[in-house]
């Protein structure tokens, strides 16, 4: 993965994105004078949303898998819920060193460098899985979740959140290209072979559901009336 990872650690850099260990410590919140304050109030509600849904749908102790964590702020901030454990993995290691480094103190969270694909997890089943802003680094959506789904708990579920997901071949495409675009003026077009447009069509194979869309009108309303509670990706759960 060392391609992979000087790619994406490189377009961080010139995204503004290589946080300091007081910034992430204190993650989503953020100062009000921040550049990417908005993107972090959309993260913040994901989390309080994510908490409250398994909060009620687990009520005994209950194991959580993050895929694709990063530096493990939504891990340690999951972690906070009561009778909870959360297992944390991504093969960008200098993030994940980073979260365990500033996260040491937490008991319940795990941080592990490897590939999902070829991690022996089998002697831990999980409640729910995460994906939070990393399911567009897997490039076939059947593989990632058939194998997440070997590692769920009966009724466990699967979520997919802050992510971009298209309706349409059209709108993927005009998503790739846009993407193109920014990778090349963020200095490496190489990032574009990393970065993948799915859409809602390749979820059809599976019990799923659109748990929040961004295009419905209530969040259209509730974008315009209760800014400080934007969402502006789908929320979609796999249930097992």
Not at 165 to 175: F, M, N, R, V
Not at 192 to 202: A, E, L, R
Request: glycine share 6%; charged share 25%; hydrophobic share 40%.
């Amino acid at each position: 993965y060392a391609e992979f990872e000087e790619k994406y650690l490189s377009l961080r850099s010139a995204e503004g994105r290589n946080y300091s260990d007081t910034f992430i410590n204190n993650l989503p919140v953020v100062p009000r004078e921040h550049p990417r304050k908005k993107e972090w109030t959309v993260r913040s509600n994901t989390l309080k949303y994510l908490k409250q849904f398994i909060s009620k749908e687990c009520k005994k102790t209950h194991f959580v898998l993050e895929v694709g964590c990063g530096n493990g702020w939504l891990s340690h901030n999951l972690g906070e819920l009561p009778k909870t454990e959360v297992c944390c993995i991504d093969i960008n290691r200098p993030e994940l060193v980073q979260g365990a480094r500033i996260f040491e103190s937490d008991r319940n969270v795990s941080f592990i460098h490897g590939d999902i694909f070829t991690l022996n997890l089998e002697t831990v089943q999980f409640s729910a899985i995460i994906l939070a802003g990393s399911i567009q680094y897997f490039p076939d959506v059947s593989a990632i979740l058939h194998r997440l789904l070997q590692l769920l708990t009966p009724g466990g579920k699967i979520h997919i959140v802050d992510s971009p997901i298209y309706s349409s071949e059209e709108d993927a495409l005009a998503a790739k290209q846009r993407s193109a675009h920014h990778f090349e003026e963020s200095g490496d077009g190489v990032m574009n072979q990393y970065y993948f447009h799915h859409q809602f069509k390749h979820f059809k194979e599976f019990d799923w559901q659109l748990l929040y869309d961004p295009h419905s009108w209530i969040a259209k309303v509730e974008r315009l009336f209760m800014p400080g509670a934007m969402r502006i990706f789908p929320w979609i759960v796999i249930h097992h």
